[in-house]
């Protein structure tokens, strides 16, 4: 019996260190951050839409994007809370209202977090120290190197290199 408890013990101590490391992951804390940003900052953008941009487009009719409307059918009968009554009708207001918001969550976050980083990752990539391409070895280099050391020994000269290096390419 004690052996059993001791295993169970490590195991789960194994599942929760697993579980720690697996939170501790750089990816999963980013995540985590930009899933609370990105609910505290679509308030930001909701607020702006129906406070700000509502009422500008409420210049050529309703400041409520949702009482708009096209009907299909000859009549369309409208409650004063703006929802049809009577009549077949596409509510294009709301559609145009939640678009707006992606559009602007979007540029806010393009340009106000995507872009920057893109820049500080590019000055971080010019800074970094180049790294010179090791020099790729052919067949064709290799063949050419023997060759050379096979005419060198026929003629009784020494070979025109040290055995383990390589030709340079030209």
Known sequence: MSTQ??????????????????????????LAVAVVIGAAFTNIVNAVVKGVINPLIGIFGSKNLDKYHSCFSDVCTTSPEGE???????????????????????????????????????????????????VEVTEVDLLTQIR???????????????????PTQK
């Not at 050379?148 to 390589?166: F, I, K, M, Y």
């Open 5 to 30: 408890g001791a295993g169970s013990t490590s195991d789960s101590q194994g599942v929760i260190a697993g579980f720690k490391q697996f939170l501790m992951r750089g990816n999963v804390m980013e």
């Open 84 to 134: 049809v009554t009577e009549g077949v009708a596409i509510l294009w207001g709301p559609v145009l209202s939640a678009t707006l918001t992606f559009v602007m969550t979007a540029a806010v976050v393009y340009f106000a977090m995507v872009l920057p980083m893109n820049r500080l990752r590019e000055r971080q990539t010019a800074q970094a120290p180049v790294e010179e391409a090791p």
């Open 148 to 166: 050379d050391e096979l005419v060198a020994q026929r003629n009784g000269s020494a070979p025109s290199a040290d055995p383990g290096t390589l």
